[in-house]
């Protein structure tokens, strides 16, 4: 797992112009490297694709105007996941309220997974309490350590490892068909 | 393998594939609206691959009108037109007339429906009245004798039939039914703008073919145009050189950039193969100049207007490798657009950055911006009339308005100007603190001055830059905002304020059914459901009884559940049933679930054991359900204080049904 990736990215000290913009390509590299995973960890947290992708997308549009003061974070890709996840609760708030949440039902009813979910593994992962599954999704499905998880949800390590050793401990169940 | 390793490859095994190709243009659309303001709506990107899907399909499908042709067969109908597909090639079209009929000849370099090989469309067409034209049946033929193939959708002959077009004597253009403009080959119309140009430097498919094999052999003539870095999408199109040469030797810019202030553009890869970037609008710069308006804008700044103190001529431009693809193939401008002026002010909206000549707006001075915040902030401290600078109806919803939490007064402000004025239309963002009981209580909050579409000065909050859960804090604290939840088309609503939070998962949320989690735990629950149905013998869901007193009587009755007796209580000044509801000891498993469920509802409505539920039961006052049930589920041990949580919730709830 390139679980230092972001860090990498955050840390490219060679392509920084000191009080200047920097490039956006930094963000496109840092979009090709982490954008997949981010979309494909918050889909299985919360079971909806098109959510997913517009929070995520949504993240990286405001990094990009903010890229001159992001960029010079230790690590950018914390701070896109972490905007990300809190897009997608406000996503979900918004979706429940005026006009156009009421408009948006028809689409949200088209994406919402199917009851009956493919793996005992899914399965699990749904029952789980949601911080236990961010925490096992931002863990094993986006390849972050504990400390980048702790980082992204904003939570002190040990409660991620609290969370990730529960979550473990259901996925495992349902992996070995003893859940 | 770990069991580690076996969790994370199976959950990733079963991960949704992710389309990166159009989430980066999005991403780059969304950041230039948001550089001009908070509001914009990312399309969900289903929707854009079928637009896009769609307009490929039809990419021959053209429309024109004009001077009734059959009077007048020589009339502004015939001649030659132009026009750039969605796959960035252009299309040719000859019009010419034989006796009382109109023939049309279309040719396109770069056809998706013949694998990328050019194509030819024939037909003849009739008059509609005086300004259509259309063309029952044309027939289509790739030109290396392959059989043209619709990648998606309805069969090719389905969206070319009865092709139509549309003419503007006021511009001289021809308009399909999607929307594509066709422009006159060496027209002299009363208005040539938008002028719509073909390749460069190559200017045909056969051009390009010979440059790709002189390129291949090392000439210095060509080899420029390949770009192996922008076919990896490792460059943006503002930084490749046959950009740079275009809008330097082609059009004559010394200076220039992407109209946002940035580089611009991506490559991606069509479903056809072809590589190509995507359409960036580029604004040239006066030479050498400072922007007088935005002289410190790190955007902007250095790219004065070229026309007169606001407008930038400007260009649209898509680059494509329109013959060999990947690493070693030619770039090529496929088309330019030079984008017109429009009569309407810039807004905050995407069509503004890309479909029309771009202009910057005065920026407000800091005494006009200071002068709005200072009186929104006195009508704080005065207790009225706040909300009357809010941009949006909305935004009254802004927390704190007029006292703290304590519901203290305000007695003093502050502001501080964090960012702007932003290029091109001076949003300026700034940081407000209100003081309460003598300074003990600072109330700080993040609220933009902008120009809204007629020009006049307006406070947004929270400013773009700032997630909305933190755009209020109190001494340091994120202030929780209730929010108004609607359900049932909003004839329910109800208020939910921080630690409860809407649920994050898919399969709790319906347009009947709403679920809340209380500090993000999946236990403590609030779940909001229409119409509810028993869970029969067999996980079976039963019919949805026809009112709350029917419902309670069933989950008294079922084995698997140990229901209280319901009591009456008052919901929103409702009657309704109040009941408590456990598993049973030995309740059975509803397989698709993992619980026992109490209604139909999945995990959301199923209780582990430990688990109480309290169930409020209501005869629905409206037409669109029957009955209405809130259930708050917790832990036994942490089931009253759960419930008290949840009670200014239930109070809140209303009903706006006639």
């Not at chain 2, 430097?201 to 000439?219: H, I």
């Not at chain 2, 479903?271 to 804008?297: H, K, Q």
């Not at chain 2, 347009?511 to 999946?522: E, I, N, R, S, V």
Request: contains cysteine; hydrophobic residues 40%.
């Amino acid at each position: 797992m390139a679980r230092d990736d972001a860090n990498e990215i955050g840390d490219r000290g060679d392509e920084r112009e000191e009080g200047l913009l920097l490039t956006p390509a930094t963000l496109e590299a840092l979009f090709r490297q982490s954008y997949r995973s981010i979309v494909q960890a918050l889909a299985l947290a919360g079971g909806d694709l098109a959510a997913a992708e517009d929070a995520t997308q949504e993240a990286f549009a405001q990094a990009w105007v903010s890229w001159g003061r992001i960029s010079r974070y230790d690590n950018p890709g914390a701070w896109v996941r972490r905007v990300a996840i809190n897009k997608l609760h406000n996503a979900h708030r918004s979706r429940l309220r005026g006009e156009a949440a009421v408009q948006r039902m028809t689409y949200e009813v088209a994406s919402v997974p199917p009851a009956e979910p493919e793996s005992d593994l899914v399965l699990g992962l749904q029952r789980l309490p949601y911080k236990q599954r961010l925490c096992a999704v931002l863990y094993y499905v986006d390849g972050l350590s504990t400390a980048e998880v702790a980082q992204a949800m904003a939570i002190s390590q040990g409660s991620v490892s609290q969370h990730l050793n529960r979550a473990r401990t259901a996925l495992r169940a349902h992996l070995e068909g003893t859940a | 393998m770990t069991i580690d390793e076996r969790i994370a490859a199976e959950l990733r095994r079963r991960s949704p594939q992710v389309d990166e190709h159009l989430a980066w243009d999005r991403i780059q659309s969304a950041a230039a609206k948001r550089r001009r303001g908070r509001a914009f709506r990312l399309v969900p990107i289903s929707v854009a691959a079928l637009g896009s899907a769609l307009m490929g399909l039809i990419l021959f499908s053209s429309f024109f009108s004009g001077p009734d042709l059959a009077s007048d067969p020589g009339s502004s109908f015939l001649g030659t037109w132009v026009n750039s597909d969605t796959d960035g090639s252009i299309q040719t079209m000859t019009i010419g007339s034989q006796d009382d009929a109109v023939e049309i000849t279309v040719h396109d370099v770069f056809s998706s429906v013949c694998s990328g090989a050019p194509s030819t469309m024939t037909g003849t067409g009739r008059l509609e009245g005086k300004r259509g034209l259309v063309i029952p049946a044309p027939v289509l033929t790739c030109d290396d004798g392959s059989q043209p193939v619709a990648m998606s959708g309805p069969p090719l002959e389905d969206p070319l039939r009865n092709l139509t077009f549309t003419h503007d004597p006021g511009t001289d253009t021809l308009t399909d039914n999607i929307g594509a403009i066709w422009v006159r080959v060496g027209g002299n119309g009363p208005n040539p703008e938008p002028t719509v140009s073909g390749m460069w430097p190559q200017s045909s498919l056969e051009e390009v073919r010979e440059a790709q094999r002189l390129a291949d052999a090392g000439d210095p003539g060509y080899t420029w145009q390949v770009d192996p870095e922008l076919a990896a999408w490792a460059k943006e199109a503002g930084d490749a050189e046959i950009v740079t040469r275009f809008l330097r030797d082609e059009l004559g810019w010394e200076e220039f950039q992407w109209s946002v202030g940035g580089h611009g553009g991506s490559s991606e890869e069509t479903s056809a193969g072809l590589m190509w970037a995507t359409e960036s609008v580029f604004i040239r710069c006066a030479p050498g100049l400072t922007n007088p308006l935005y002289p410190d804008d790190p955007a902007g700044g250095n790219c004065a207007p070229t026309i007169d103190e606001y407008r930038y001529e400007t260009v649209s431009l898509r680059i494509a490798q329109l013959g060999l693809q990947g690493p070693s193939g030619l770039w090529v401008v496929s088309r330019w657009v030079m984008l017109p002026p429009s009569d309407e002010p810039m807004t905050h909206g995407e069509e503004s950055f890309s479909q029309r000549q771009i202009e910057q707006m005065t920026p407000p001075s800091d005494a006009e911006a200071t002068a709005l915040l200072e009186a929104f902030l006195q009508a704080r401290i005065d207790g009225e009339g706040a909300q009357e600078f809010l941009s949006h109806p909305a935004d009254g919803e802004i927390p704190l308005l007029f006292a703290t939490t304590t519901g203290a007064s305000y007695e003093t402000s502050e502001i501080e100007l964090l960012a702007g004025p932003v290029w091109p239309l001076g949003d300026m963002e700034f940081e407000v603190r209100l003081f309460a009981e003598g300074g003990e209580t600072v109330v700080v909050q993040f609220i933009e001055v902008r120009r809204d579409d007629t020009g006049r000065l307006v406070l947004v909050y929270p400013s773009g830059s700032v997630p909305w859960q933190t755009a209020t804090t109190e001494n340091g604290m994120t202030v929780a905002m209730a929010e108004l939840y609607e359900f049932l088309d909003g004839e329910v609503t109800f208020e939910v304020a921080q630690p409860w939070d809407g649920s994050f998962a898919g399969w709790e949320e319906s347009p009947t059914m709403t679920t809340l989690h209380l500090d993000g735990t999946h236990e403590e629950r609030l779940v909001v459901l229409a119409d509810p149905r028993p869970i029969e013998t067999g996980c079976v869901h039963g019919p949805a009884p026809g009112d709350a007193e029917a419902l309670a009587r069933s989950l008294m009755s079922d084995p698997d559940l140990e229901a209280a007796e319901a009591v009456a209580v008052h919901i929103a000044g409702i009657e309704a049933l109040q009941m408590d509801v456990m598993a049973a000891t030995r309740a059975n498993l509803c397989e698709d679930v993992g619980v026992p469920e109490v209604v139909a509802g999945g995990t959301a409505t199923g209780l582990e054991p430990g688990q109480r539920m309290r169930l409020y039961l209501i005869d629905y006052p409206g037409g669109s359900a029957q009955v209405l049930a809130i259930a708050i589920i917790a832990p036994e041990d942490r089931f009253e204080s759960v419930i008290e949580a949840a009670t200014p919730i239930v109070e809140s709830f209303e009903f706006h049904t006639d």
